[in-house]
């Protein structure tokens, strides 16, 4: 029979004082020999999880960054312990590992390195501030890598470096534990993606706090959820999958600093955004938009609300934005138009759209009621693709970001610095939900594309004749987001060009305009372009 620490917790409660004392006695002499013993529940039930991958957090001071720490100096040989920012590692290392556990010993510590060593026993401090700093980690073997503040860490990062979870000492456990609040910017939504059972409400078969549950990637590369560790039989290997949960930690549950309540004052006088993640542990809360983000957060959510999964009744295909990936580890991305709702983005590995044919041959196969194709041909990968849809008749138009706008923003003083801004800017008014009418704007509730539309940030430099926006560079944001914003640049591309409808107070009249073309694309009263 299985007994679970709630279960402990109660028949204590029942226990005499002298009772309690003899207990504590007997924990206490058991565990005097260990350096560090988890606090009773969720931090002894994490220290104790079974799961491959681990994610332990939620509310603020719930002993998180103890918890990896305790890990790597009682049950594992060689450990890595990572922070966004080096020197928040190296502050991580000198005040939980030498700080607290060691009681300012710093025998073995290596603190130009921050390497701590006893033995065999390795504990390894590190960044990885950009992309490419995840290299740092290739080939070197950890059994326990924990990622202190999940969220702020790129998918790709924590996917490349995990690669090395592994260990030759006979017996060794190994593991992937991380820690963390709730994402404050969409960045780090792809958590609530990865952990998605139990973080995300919208899940169709939702998993319970510490629950195992068992994925693989299948022949397509996709992530999947399976029966069991397996094997599995993939592409005709047998494959084994791993475990993965949830366990939320809160700062009740951890005595060292709920017992005087000073932390408890700091997070209740936290602003609302930064309150509901780090004190109330909400995954789903508001994210805290940047000051100079492009699209806001809100609006796209708004967007993703409305959506329902047909277009509205009697109204044609519009366009489609095609972001194309030949070969590569991106994606060839498909956006659908109808008017101002959107189809479920197409997302087809680069692998399989090796050359020009293949992407124009999907897109024909999805293209309906004519609809205009609008394709990026920057850096030279569209550009087959684009040749290939003109030579069989379709409406194509080639889309380049980098070329400069002509265009204006809709009180004409603004200047857009190229055309990915104008289109960007084009989008962000259609979503204004300030228009008259209201935005009508149908997004799918996709988190990748939530994530895509609202990370570019953007600045207004002085000109000659009045003032230029200039969006983020692409390749900066790829950098930061460690990845290429394919979605978003669909979507955008699907808006930026094709029949839009006349936004009308209550919706949309079901008129297609091919009227003139007016400066503002992104407006919903916008026409057709000639």
């Not at 909400?282 to 708004?302: G, K």
């Not at 609008?374 to 003109?390: F, V």
Request: glycine content about 10%; overall charge neutral.
């Amino acid at each position: 029979m299985t007994i679970s620490f709630d279960d402990v917790l109660d028949r204590l409660s029942g226990l005499t004082p002298a009772q309690l004392a003899a207990v504590e006695k007997e924990v206490m002499a058991a565990t005097g020999d260990q350096l560090w013993v988890p606090n009773p529940g969720p931090q002894t039930e994490a220290y104790y999880c079974e799961a491959d991958e681990l994610f332990y957090g939620g509310q603020a001071g719930g002993g998180k960054s103890a918890l990896i720490n305790g890990l790597a100096v009682t049950s594992h040989e060689r450990s890595l312990l990572l922070r966004r920012v080096r020197a928040d590692a190296q502050k991580l290392a000198e005040a939980e590992l030498i700080g607290k556990l060691f009681d300012g010993n710093r025998a073995g510590w290596n603190g130009s390195d921050l390497i701590w060593r006893n033995g065999k026993q390795l504990i390894q401090f590190g960044g990885c501030e950009l992309e490419e700093d995840k290299q740092r980690y290739k080939g070197d073997p950890h059994d326990l890598i924990c990622f202190d503040e999940i969220t702020d860490f790129m998918q790709s990062q924590y996917e490349f470096i995990t690669i090395w979870n592994r260990s030759t000492t006979k017996g060794q456990r190994c593991r992937v534990v991380c820690t963390g609040n709730p994402p404050t910017s969409a960045s780090g939504l792809w958590v609530i993606r990865h952990w998605g059972a139990w973080l995300d409400p919208n899940h169709p078969n939702p998993a319970k706090p510490g629950e195992l549950r068992w994925y693989l990637r299948n022949e397509q590369g996709e992530e999947t959820e399976v029966d069991g560790r397996g094997p599995h039989l993939i592409g005709g290997f047998e494959v084994e999958a791993k475990s993965r949960t949830f366990i939320p930690a809160k700062l009740s549950d951890n005595p060292d600093l709920a017992e005087d309540g000073e932390y408890a004052r700091i997070l209740n006088n936290l602003p609302k955004e930064l309150r509901d993640a780090y004190r109330d542990g909400q995954f789903r809360a508001s994210l805290q938009d940047e000051p100079n983000q492009c699209i806001p957060t809100a609006w796209v959510q708004a967007a993703m609300a409305r959506w329902s999964p047909q277009p509205p009744i009697g109204v044609p295909m519009s366009s489609i934005g095609v972001d194309v990936a030949q070969g590569g580890s991106d994606n060839t991305v498909l956006a659908k138009r109808h008017d101002s709702w959107f189809a479920e983005l197409i997302k087809i590995p680069g692998k399989e759209t090796p050359g020009g044919t293949d992407v124009a041959g999907i897109v024909i196969s999805k293209r309906r009621d004519g609809a205009k194709v609008i394709i990026d041909i920057g850096g030279g990968w569209g550009g087959d693709a684009y040749a290939h849809l003109r030579e069989n008749g379709v409406d194509a138009v080639s889309y380049m970001g980098v070329k400069p706008s002509l265009r204006r923003t809709q009180d004409k003083k603004l200047k857009f610095y190229n055309v990915r801004t104008e289109a960007y800017w084009s989008l962000r008014d259609a979503l204004n939900p300030d228009q008259p009418g209201g935005s009508q704007i149908a997004l799918p509730n996709d988190q990748t594309l939530l994530s895509d539309l609202t990370a570019p940030t953007y600045e207004v430099k002085r000109s000659h004749d009045g003032g230029v926006i200039q969006l983020e560079p692409k390749e900066k944001l790829k950098a930061r987001l460690g990845r290429s914003p394919d979605d978003g640049d669909a979507v955008v591309m699907a808006w930026y060009d094709g029949v839009k409808q006349e936004n009308v107070r209550g919706g949309y009249n079901s008129r297609i305009n091919r009227g003139a073309p007016k400066v503002n694309l992104g407006h919903a009263s916008a026409k057709r372009k000639r």
